[in-house]
């Protein structure tokens, strides 16, 4: 029982349940090792009271906790410290050192807190203030969800980058009165080759990948001469051939062969002399990135000298803080120097296409997405070994939908160890991901609350599940957010615990509904009750609303059952083929039968670009505050991006976006595309007979034009593609996979 008691303040739980009604004890050997983890030895009897004890003395000893959170409007400092001894003097600071009144709760923000009594006892602690509830978003908007590097142009140089997401969000924005692009995340990753392709298992959550810059727009570009000019414009050369490749059908996105041309030009763009006022604004750059981008561009020089794995480096080198290190970074200054320099022209990129957003008149404009771990080989759990728990990786345990649990390979925050930082690399991390958002979408959500952590060695169905400080973790997130002015949303799909999406939702932060998973089992409609599809009326307001998602079969593929078929081909159905295709026809047709119901699908209509339609109609008749669509869904694509479950038997994250037949569109081609305009045209409408006069008022006449100039010239695109005229022509059209776990491989 001390052992389950010791568990209990950690917040490590002892039991799980991965089904209503059952709940499966975790084994002695996951309890032990996951306090081992968080510093604490309970191999033992005798260490686990030793442990108890020194819990208790801590905590006895300890006037102000490492970190005390309150909510604008929801109780006072005194309440929140109220077991303090009454002599007790309490001081508030502000960030620039400024005393406030202690019973007085202050505006949102971070503040220094310091208690001292008459004993002469003293002690500091971190104050968050949260705000009491984010605004969410201006009225209900639409927009496209879109994996950037798919979305390439005849402009980028083989895959999607941030001059091609500035176009997205422009065109979108402009022309068809979208409020918002989600992309996926844009984290730096592990270095190849090969390079790991999935966006969910990055080197750094800090930093961004400057594979997705645009050479072209780097403004030292235009200054390029003599030799070094005719070497970029070889570059240019090779590049577009690349290109051409990957838009060929069945081929697929080289991410390395792509950086391996950016990195020789971004050489040849480092040799030109920043102006006065461009080195300006890279030395604030630097000052206000600190510690951080010193790290992180060391890491990436180390990584180039000794490898990716910081594991398998000299062991001086392990340690960021070592003498080595110093003497590594000092050597080689110069090389730091140049990853820090892409990291600036990076973010002054991501500026650059939020700003194209906003000019674009979107309510909210991009929409970054924030991956739950990182790669245990990266730059972040190199630098952040101090908040991170060795040997743990993150995963899910076993449900109803997979019997083996998850094992994700991402080692998780220690909480403790935040804890007593003032949660300073989180808050940190969220800042940074909002320095140029207008929305961020947080992968399992759930993470805020507790993670599954399954130790080194062991199979994720012996993990345990261990808790955080969600009033911390969320409020530190929303502080963050009100700053930035942005909206969050959580992706709270699969096995969620009570009272969890009551919470988001409480402080503003919406959910993530995906249609196939929205089912009525509490009895809510007229139909109620039996699981039977969700009538819209009854889906939450504060959701980003979808068909589907990149984790997920495209809205093609689940209409026909070719995704069952594909699964079927890769052996990762756990039934006869016949069985999962009559489950699977069953549930589309329930769908159909409701849409039919609800006049959203024509009597008789039964070709797939009307179903399509129709359930986009059906979002646009719920309540949810956004709605997205799959960019892929507007042209056909029949393939997921991701298909959970397989690593090298599919090509994931590396794919570009294709029409029905698999053949690849450029995103020149996609914005002249008759049959976007058309379902967006229907979302558009169903919004605004659903009482959203604002989305039709956005779009106003030139949406209706774009639609007919697109139809206009959607012919004559793929000789403008190849003639290297994209641009021109987009500037005439503006006239039932297991949702719990994130998207990794």
């Not at 070497?231 to 069945?250: I, P």
Request: with cysteine.
């Amino acid at each position: 029982m001390d052992r389950v008691r010791l568990a209990g303040l950690y917040g490590v739980d002892v039991t799980y349940r991965p089904a209503p009604g059952r709940e499966v004890p975790v084994p002695e050997e996951t309890v032990v090792a996951v306090l081992a983890a968080l510093g604490v030895d309970a191999s033992t009897p005798s260490a686990v009271k030793s442990a108890l004890t020194a819990y208790e003395t801590r905590r006895a000893n300890r006037l102000l906790p490492p970190c005390t959170v309150l909510r604008s409007g929801r109780g006072t400092l005194a309440q929140a410290l109220r077991a303090l001894p009454e002599d007790t003097r309490l001081t508030v600071e502000t960030e620039t050192g400024e005393a406030l009144d202690p019973a007085v709760t202050p505006p949102p923000g971070r503040y220094a807190l310091r208690a001292a009594t008459a004993d002469g006892r003293t002690s500091r602690g971190d104050l968050i203030v949260a705000p009491e509830r984010l605004a969410g978003p201006t009225g209900r908007a639409f927009g496209f969800m879109a994996q950037l590097y798919s979305t390439l142009s005849q402009r980028s140089w083989g895959m999607g980058d941030l001059g091609d997401l500035a176009d997205l969000a422009a065109w979108s924005g402009r022309t068809l009165g979208a409020g918002f692009v989600q992309i996926n995340p844009l984290h730096a990753a592990v270095p190849g080759p090969p390079t790991d392709p999935s966006p969910y298992r990055p080197s750094s959550r800090r930093f961004p990948d400057p594979v997705y810059l645009r050479i072209e727009e780097v403004p030292e570009y235009a200054y390029l001469s003599g030799e070094a000019r005719e070497k970029a414009d070889a570059l240019s050369r090779r590049a577009a051939a690349l290109r051409d490749t990957v838009l060929l059908k069945d081929a697929l996105i080289d991410r390395d062969a792509v950086w391996a041309l950016k990195a020789e030009a971004l050489e040849l763009l480092r040799e030109v002399p920043l102006s006065p006022g461009r080195r300006a604004a890279y030395v604030d750059f630097l000052a206000e990135q600190g510690q951080a981008l010193d790290d992180h561009a060391t890491w990436s020089t180390l990584a180039e000298l000794h490898g990716a794995d910081w594991h398998k480096w000299p062991a001086g080198l392990r340690d960021p803080r070592s003498p080595q290190v110093a003497r590594a970074r000092s050597e080689h200054m110069d090389r730091v120097d140049f990853h820090c320099w892409l990291s600036w022209l990076t973010d002054a990129q991501l500026g650059a296409a939020q700003r194209s957003a906003r000019d674009a008149g979107m309510t909210i404009g991009v929409v970054h997405d924030l991956a739950v771990g990182v790669h245990p080989a990266g730059s972040d759990a190199w630098s952040m070994q101090h908040v991170l728990a060795t040997g743990m990786s993150v995963g899910a345990p076993p449900d109803a939908f997979n019997s083996r649990g998850q094992d994700w390979g991402l080692p998780p925050w220690r909480p403790d160890a935040l804890a007593a930082t003032g949660y300073a690399p989180y808050r940190d991390l969220i800042a940074r991901m909002l320095r140029h958002a207008g929305g961020l979408r947080i992968d399992h959500v759930m993470g805020l609350f507790r993670l599954w952590w399954v130790p080194e060695g062991r199979p994720p169905t012996e993990g345990a599940y261990v808790r955080y400080d969600a009033e911390a973790m969320l409020g530190l997130l929303a502080l963050e957010a009100h700053r930035a002015g942005a909206v969050v949303i959580g992706e709270d799909l699969g096995t969620v615990e009570p009272g969890v999406r009551e919470e988001l939702a409480g402080r503003g932060i919406l959910g993530t509904s995906v249609m196939w998973f929205e089912r009525d089992y509490e009895g809510t409609g007229p139909e109620g009750g039996d699981g039977r599809p969700l009538l819209p009326e009854a889906w939450r307001e504060s959701c980003l609303a979808t068909v589907t998602t990149h984790d997920l079969p495209s809205t093609a593929a689940r209409l026909t059952g070719e995704h069952v078929e594909l699964r079927h081909r890769l052996g990762l159905l756990t039934r006869p083929l016949a069985e999962a295709e009559a489950a699977d026809a069953a549930e589309v047709a329930e769908w159909l039968a409701l849409l039919g119901r609800l006049g959203l699908l024509p009597e008789g209509a039964v070709d797939e670009e009307a179903v399509v339609k129709a359930v986009h109609r059906f979002l646009a008749r719920t309540p949810a505050s956004m709605v997205g669509i799959w960019l892929p869904d507007t042209v056909g694509d029949r393939r997921p991006q991701n298909l959970p479950g397989t690593w090298d038997q599919y090509p994931n994250w590396r794919l570009p976006v294709a029409d029905a037949d698999g053949t690849p569109l450029t995103l020149d081609r996609i914005a002249v595309s008759p049959r976007l305009y058309a379902l967006v045209d229907d979302v558009r409408q169903a919004m605004a007979e659903a009482g959203d006069t604002a989305v039709a008022a956005a779009a106003g006449s030139a949406a209706t034009a774009g639609t007919g100039a697109g139809a206009a010239v959607a012919a004559g695109a793929g000789a403008a593609d190849e003639a290297g005229s994209g641009p021109a022509v987009v500037a005439g059209a503006g006239a039932a996979e297991h949702p719990e776990g994130p998207e990794h491989p």
